[in-house]
């Protein structure tokens, strides 16, 4: 199973940016996604999981302008990111739990390999 993200970049504060990732491989059904972000010098942090369900969770600094959604169908997870502040740039890393193979294959975590998101003038 792989994750693959994009749409980080540069981004002038205010600006919006959409991330996205999408999971690939032997799947059989993608239970929770999401995004968590790390700063430099930073531990990794909670940005955004939704459980499949409608179970969404934002982490404190960016609720209100962060929106995840899924594509169930293409096991894509999105993040759109507005009113984007200086404190936002870090590496943006993809999260999954992934049950693999069949409904009596196990339930694995992955993560995709990040992408940098950068808010300066």
């Known amino acids: 199973v792989q994750l693959q993200a994009s749409g980080g970049g540069l981004v002038q504060p205010g600006g919006s940016l959409r991330l996205s990732c999408a999971a690939s491989?032997?799947?059989?059904?993608?239970?929770?996604m999401g995004w968590y972000s790390q700063a430099p010098g930073k531990q990794r942090e909670l940005v955004a999981i939704d459980a499949r369900g409608g179970n969404t969770m934002y982490g404190d600094s960016v609720k209100g302008r962060v929106t995840i959604s899924r594509d169930y169908a293409k096991n894509t997870v999105y993040l759109q990111m507005n009113s984007l502040k200086p404190e936002d740039t870090a590496v943006y890393y993809c999260?999954?739990?992934?049950?693999?193979?069949?409904?009596?294959?196990?339930?694995?975590?992955?993560w995709g390999q990040g992408t940098l998101v950068t808010v300066s003038s």
């Open positions: 491989g032997s799947i059989f059904n993608v239970k929770t």
């Open positions: 999260y999954a739990k992934i049950r693999i193979r069949s409904a009596w294959g196990p339930e694995n975590e992955y």
